[in-house]
Structures are given as C-alpha cells and as structure tokens.
C-alpha cells in the first residue's frame, strides 16, 4: 500500500480513452505519434475488456497492454490502468447466471449489454478479485502508470437480487432494531402494512410507501458505495506510492451517492457529456436535458460544479464529448471552438485533467456512432486539429493553474436523499407523466440564476455543510440557497435557522424542509422549523401548467414584471411579518406571495415559492449578495459568461463567448493574457465560440 498520498502532475492532464484492442489493424505506434503530437499527456485503458485479460475461466493474457505502457511511458504519456470489473466475460455469465442483476425481483437483466451483475454477490467479487489481483501484480510497477480508476459508471441498476434484499433487511434491523419501531417510523398502519415480523417485509417491486423507498435507494447507494471502497482496497495493496485512485461516475445514475462513493478515494472523476451546437447558443432556448447529457452553458457548469462538490476538491474529467455522441440518431457534432469551450470551462471550475472519450471511433458495437477524437475513416481531421490546439494550450500553461479554486458567489445545497425522494414521489409532470427530473428542476433553476447574475456557484452536499457548522458555513458562504431539499432531517433544520442567524442570507426554495429524514410531511407550519424566523409561511401549493408573471418590487415604486417569473409549482406565501418582494399576477395566486425576505439574527431568510425562471433566479441572487459581483467587464453581453479562481500566484479569469456573433469587451482590471503573456488593454475581442483567459499576479497586479 502507498506510504505517501498521491499527487496529480502540476500541469493539467490532457488525454483520450484508448482501445487498440478495438483496432481492425495494427497501428499503436501511428496512434501514440499522433497523440504526442496533439498534446495528449495521459491515456486511460484496461477497464472495458475482461474477456481480453481474461478470456476463460482462471487463464490470464496480460500481456496484450505491455507494449502499450512501453510505448506510451517512451513518448511520455502517461496511463490511467483500469479495472474490467462492469463488463463481464461471457464464459462468467454462462458458469455463474445467478450473478445476474434483477431489475425485478426474479427476472434477470439480460446479457448482452453492461454492468448486468449483482456486484455483491460473493461469486462475482471473486473473480474479479482475481482479474484485478493479476493485472495490477503485473502492472502496478510500470513507469507509466499514475493511477487506476476502479471499475467505471457504477450504479447504473437498482438491484432486487436475494442477497441485496436480504442485505437491506438486515440494514433495517440494525437501524429500527424491531418491526414495532419500524411500524411507528414507517407509517405502516396505513393500508393495513403493519409486519408482526421481519420475514412479512415485502419486496420493493409493488412497494408504494416513500419510507421504504427512501430506505432502498440510501441501501442500494450503500452497496455502490461498499464494492467501490472494496476494490479500492485490493488496489491499493499493489498500487505503488505516489498512484491515486478514482473511479468514473456517470452522476445522475439512480443507485449511487458521489460523496460516499469517493469518500475513500483519492479524487473525484466523472464523465460529464454535454448538448453541443445550438445547446450551447446562449440566445437560443431548447427543451432542459438533465440525466446523462445536459442542455444549455448552465448546465454544463453545473455539471462542473457537481464533480467539485463530491470532495471539495479539484477532479478529473474522465469522459467527454470529442464528437456526436449518442445512437446512431444523434448526430450532432461540436460548431468549431466548441471543444475548446467547454475544455477551459471545466477547467475553469476545477478540472485537473480532460479526456475524451474516445480516441478513434468504433466500427463496431452499441456504440458505433460515438464519435472519437479520429472519425472512422482514421484520418485526422477538424476535431483531431482543434483537440491538438488545445493541447498546445495547455502545454503553454504548463503548471500555471496548479492548486486552482475556482470562486464561488453563492452555495448551493445538494441532497441526494431528496433527488431519490423527489423521483420516486415526484411534484412535476412532463410529457403527461410523472418528472423524475423533479429535483434537478428545481436546483437548476436557481443554479442558472447564479451564472446569469454573472455569479459562479460552489455546490455542497448538505452532510458536508453539516460538518462545516453554522457559523462557519456563514462565514465561507454568505449566500446559501437550499432550494428542492425535501428531505431535512430536525438537525438540518436547525443548521439552517443558525446559519442565517449567524449572517448568512438563506435562500430556501420549493419542496425545502416539506418532509424529514423519513421521507414523512412535518406535521407543522410549512416551511417547518423556519416559518417564525422567516415571516412568512404557506399551506397551499399548486403546479402550474404554465408560466405566470410575477411583479418584483410590488410595495416599492417602479415595479418590475416578470411576464414568465413562475413555472411547474406555487407555494402560496402569506408574510407574517415578512417584506413581499415579488407577487404572482394571476386571478387566484395574487392573493399568495411570490418571494418573501425577512431579517434573522445577523442575517436573512428569503423564501422563493416558485421555480423562478431565468431572469427572476438573476434578479433574486442579485439582491440577496452582500456587494454586487466584481465584474471584469463593462455592460457584459448575454452571450458572455466569466468563470474566475486563484491560485497561489494569481487570479485568473476565462471568458467565454457562447455564440455566432464576435465580442469585443472592454475590461474594468488590468490583466495579462495568460496564454501569451502580452498585457490584454482596455479591451479585447471574442471570436464566435472563443474562450480568452487572462492573468493579474497577486503582487503587483490589479485585482
């Protein structure tokens, strides 16, 4: 096991997946030149081909990927080793079915695709004990290899297998200790649910309690985290010091829990794909993607923000877009300087290291119209040029942003209970059926709100705010929105009330606090534990199937309509004491308060009842900052957004240029080009989709 804690390179890591084992031909050395030639630093491979290390039971080839890591470690790429364990061979599918995932309780997951295993189940974990144990005795010692990422996108099935089951059982028992408690806390007099024993406990299939599913999902999150943490350790027995380990994390899968998932890992790693042209277009606004690819620069910041959020640390893109990505219906390459864009973007938030997935595109298989960094002709072409001028970029970096942190204006609050809570329960509809996107709606919204205020968002889950403590929290984040966060158990509650005693201005949104560690409404004024504090409670809500205006400022002169201010949900606020600042105008929900603000202690509590839209979520963040955001530019157009952080040295700025038009700036700070070097003046141009990244040194600099 490693006696020093690993350490990233000083200069930001530039890579690709790589499969030469997916090649119709010989060409590892044309591949390798070509990667150095772009500026490729690091490669990741091994994870997808068990039946490659593997290809019968107990009879091992491993030494395919030797002359990989010997070439690559000569042209000084470095290797990112993974382990094969989410794609299982299939002479192990045929000897052991009973390793077979069940999406319902008996009925397999058909083989054929991926990650269709039980990965508790004791005949599993030994062969992949196995399969790891070999590879890395083999391999762990080469130059080449900084690190491993442990299997890859875990937690993609809810698993109803007996032995998971049988586990979650023994997982209540350690909690409630006996079904009278159990009852009591579950609710389950209703509908004639009471157990007079453990084994009357029903399978999750027909379930319908929110209490059991809650509890299932934070077991099945628990499994994930378990045989992740599981392979880490095998790792680490072999893995040399200086080598980190990670994994990828596909976020919005259903069984998984990035903060415990990470918890003994050295850093955090995701795969964050993104919609491209037009989805990247500022001035245009298309339908919200949220489950593995997003829609809109929002949402890919928040992306961004969400792999910081899961150590509080800087993290690894492990996948991205390099061209169309998707099935074979889904074709929509990057407009050019879009990969240069959202490259600088994650780096802008915390990234230490961008690979792309993949290296040459498949001619076979699920993903064939995946595009790489090489179409399938092989032939470098437009994207493999821009991937290489981005390598050259990060080249003249070189070490410059090490020991990056990117700013943050405002915090927002993450919890993962209540995305399990608000799919299975979910308070919006969409396409006429249930939103189990309900809660990334919800966050999002305000999320948005932060970057079109010309702000930046730093993402905490609330355990990790619990840890901080109130006064702290207060004094690292003065503006705190916690918005969403169904599930709040009594102590969070309180965490929250003396935050904004302590000085902070608490920003609660929708569905907040509704329902505690249970999953069970409070029995009390909404919003539960705050209303007193925050003048202002509510015991109606509604959806809304469309927008309704919002007047903003209505008991001062010059009020201001929001003509789409309120969408999907209205929480009719009656102020107690509390000022309104914004009201629906709606034949009905003018009677209710649209946002409220009320002072606590050293503090603030603003109530938002609604999902805001962009232009409100702005307007309600811009109040709520102590001091309006430094901005770097005059009159910033929409179309721009700046990303800022620091580093022992510097600050540095990245602006960017989401759209056709070009942009010319001009700048209220005296900075330097920090790709060239030459001072930037009083004003500087932005090509259609152009990024420009400027400097002032902390001594001698203007900041």
Not at 307 to 322: C, D, G, I, P, W
Not at 336 to 359: D, K, T
Not at 563 to 589: C, I, K, Q, T
Request: glycine residues 8%; proline residues 6%.
């Amino acid at each position: 096991m490693p006696e020093t804690s690993p350490a990233l390179p000083e200069s930001i890591l530039f890579g690709v997946a790589y499969y030469p084992e997916y090649h119709r031909s010989e060409r590892l050395q044309e591949d390798l030149d070509l990667m150095v030639e772009a500026g490729i630093t690091v490669i990741r491979m091994g994870e997808s081909v068990w039946s490659t290390w593997e290809p019968r039971d107990g009879e091992f080839d491993l030494e395919w990927i030797a002359p990989v890591l010997d070439a690559a470690h000569a042209r000084g790429i470095r290797v990112i080793l993974g382990t094969p364990t989410y794609a299982v061979p299939p002479w192990l599918q045929t000897a052991h079915p009973e390793i077979a995932a069940e999406r319902r309780t008996g009925e397999r997951v058909a083989w054929g695709a991926r990650q269709e295993i039980d990965y508790s189940h004791p005949a599993f974990r030994f062969h992949a004990e196995r399969v790891i144990r070999r590879i890395l005795a083999r391999h762990a010692d080469h130059p080449a290899v900084i690190g491993y990422q442990v299997d890859n996108e875990p937690g993609l099935e809810l698993l109803h297998n007996h032995g998971v089951f049988t586990g979650f059982v023994r997982s209540l028992k350690k909690r409630y200790g006996d079904v009278e408690t159990l009852n009591r806390e579950w609710g389950l007099t209703y509908w004639s649910h009471r157990i007079d024993d453990w084994s009357e406990l029903w399978r999750p299939d027909g379930n319908t309690f929110p209490q059991y599913d809650l509890a299932w999902r934070r077991y099945q999150a628990e499994v994930t985290a378990d045989f992740i943490a599981w392979q880490a350790g095998i790792v680490r027995e072999h893995a040399r010091d200086g080598q980190f380990v990670t994994t990828c994390l596909q976020y919005p899968r259903r069984a998984v829990d990035d903060r415990t998932v990470f918890a003994p890992l050295d850093i955090a790693s995701g795969n964050p794909y993104y919609g491209m042209q037009d989805r990247l277009d500022r001035s245009v606004e298309l339908d919200a993607l949220n489950y593995w690819t997003t829609s809109g620069v929002p949402g890919m910041f928040r992306q961004a923000d969400r792999l910081f959020s899961s150590k509080q640390a800087r993290y690894l893109v492990t996948e991205t877009n390099a061209q169309a990505i998707d099935a074979a219906e889904s074709n929509f390459p990057p407009y050019p300087g879009q990969l240069r864009q959202a490259a600088f973007a994650f780096i802008s938030r915390g990234a230490a290291m961008i690979e792309y997935w993949h290296w040459h595109t498949l001619p076979y298989g699920a993903e064939t119209y995946w595009g790489g960094v090489l179409p399938h002709s092989l032939v470098p072409g437009r994207v493999y040029r821009e991937v290489s001028a981005i390598g050259a970029e990060l080249k003249t970096l070189g070490g410059a942003l090490d020991g990056f942190e990117p700013d943050a204006d405002v915090a927002i609050l993450w919890s993962n209970p209540s995305r399990y809570a608000l799919q299975f329960m979910p308070p919006f509809s969409r396409d006429g059926a249930a939103d189990d996107e309900s809660y990334e709606r919800i966050v999002d919204a305000f999320h948005r709100g932060v970057i079109d205020a010309g702000g930046q968002a730093r993402i905490l889950h609330l355990e990790q705010a619990r840890e901080l403590g109130a006064a702290e929290l207060a004094k690292r984040h003065p503006v705190l929105v916690v918005a969403g966060a169904y599930i709040v158990a009594d102590e969070d509650v309180d965490l929250l009330r003396e935050y904004s005693r302590s000085g902070g201005h608490l920003i609660l949104g929708p569905r907040t606090a509704y329902a505690d560690d249970e999953a069970r409404a409070r029995v009390e004024v909404a919003p539960a534990g705050l209303a007193a504090v925050a003048g202002v409670s509510y015991e109606e809500f509604s959806n809304l199937e469309s927008t309704v205006p919002v007047d903003v400022d209505v008991d001062v002169d010059g009020a201001e309509r929001v003509s789409d201010g309120a969408a999907l949900w209205a929480d009719g606020l009656v102020p107690s004491g509390a000022e309104v600042r914004a009201r629906y105008v709606h034949p009905r929900f003018s009677d209710f308060a649209a946002v409220t603000t009320n002072p606590h202690g050293d503090g603030r509590i603003t109530v938002v009842g609604t999902v805001p839209s962009p232009r409100l979520a702005a307007r309600i963040v811009s109040d709520a900052l102590p001091a309006p955001i430094a901005d770097i530019v005059e009159n910033r157009p929409d179309a721009v957004t700046i990303a800022s952080g620091t580093t022992a040295d510097a600050r540095y700025w990245f602006l960017f240029n989401w759209g056709w038009a070009p942009q010319e700036l001009a700048l209220t700070v005296g900075a330097v080009d920090a790709l060239t070097g030459e001072a930037a003046g009083a004003r500087v141009e932005l090509p259609a989709w152009g990024v420009r990244i400027l400097r002032a040194d902390h001594e001698g600099g203007a900041l």
